[in-house]
C-alpha cells in the first residue's frame, strides 16, 4: 500500500469526518468520494450475538453491540485488564463524541443506559471468551482472555494509520 503525506489541515479534515473507533484515513476518503460503499473497512468483524460490527444509533442511544470495540481498545491500552469503574470512566471518555443525551438517560433500575449496555456487553463477551469469567477474575475486574487479546490486537493493528504527517 503507498504512504500518503498530508499537510495538517487534511489531517483535521480526515479526524473530523472519521467515525471513532471505526474508520481509517482510506476508509473515510472511500467514504467521502463514494468509491466502493459497500466495502469500506469498518475493522473487528467479530459475529456472534451481541458482538459484529456497529449499528448506527436507533432510538436515540447506542445499540449494545457498539461498546465491543471500545471495551476491547480501553483494555488493550491497559494491559488486557482494567477495574470495571476505570473500564467505565475511560469507556465515557472514549465515547464522548457518541454518546447521546438518550444514553445518559437512567433506565427503570435507576442505572445510566450506557453503562448498563457496556456492562450487557461485557457479559456477551465474557460468554463469547474474549474476557475471563467473573469466577476466573478478582470481582469487579474486566480481563481480556487469550483470545480476548489475539482479537484486541487484530483490532488495534488494522487501526494502524497508513498517513504519514509532515
Do not use: C
Amino acid at each position: 500500500m503507498p504512504t500518503i503525506r498530508v499537510d495538517n489541515d487534511v489531517w483535521e479534515w480526515l479526524k473530523r469526518n472519521a467515525r471513532p473507533l471505526e474508520d481509517t484515513p482510506n476508509s473515510v476518503l472511500r467514504r467521502v468520494a463514494g468509491l466502493d460503499a459497500d466495502k469500506v473497512n469498518t475493522r473487528l468483524s467479530v459475529r456472534s450475538s451481541g458482538g459484529g460490527s456497529r449499528r448506527p444509533h436507533r432510538e436515540g442511544h447506542m445499540p449494545q453491540a457498539n461498546f465491543r470495540e471500545p471495551i476491547l481498545a480501553v483494555l488493550n491500552r491497559h494491559n488486557g485488564q482494567l477495574r470495571r469503574q476505570e473500564a467505565l470512566r475511560e469507556l465515557e471518555t472514549t465515547l464522548a463524541n457518541e454518546l447521546t443525551p438518550a444514553d445518559y438517560s437512567s433506565i427503570e433500575s435507576g442505572a445510566v443506559r450506557w453503562q448498563k449496555s457496556a456492562e450487557w456487553q461485557v457479559h456477551a463477551m465474557r460468554r463469547d471468551g474474549l474476557l475471563e469469567a467473573v469466577e476466573n477474575s478478582r470481582s469487579g475486574l474486566w480481563k481480556l482472555t487469550r483470545r480476548g487479546r489475539e482479537v484486541a490486537a487484530r483490532s488495534v493493528s488494522s487501526a494502524t494509520l497508513d498517513v504519514v504527517v509532515p
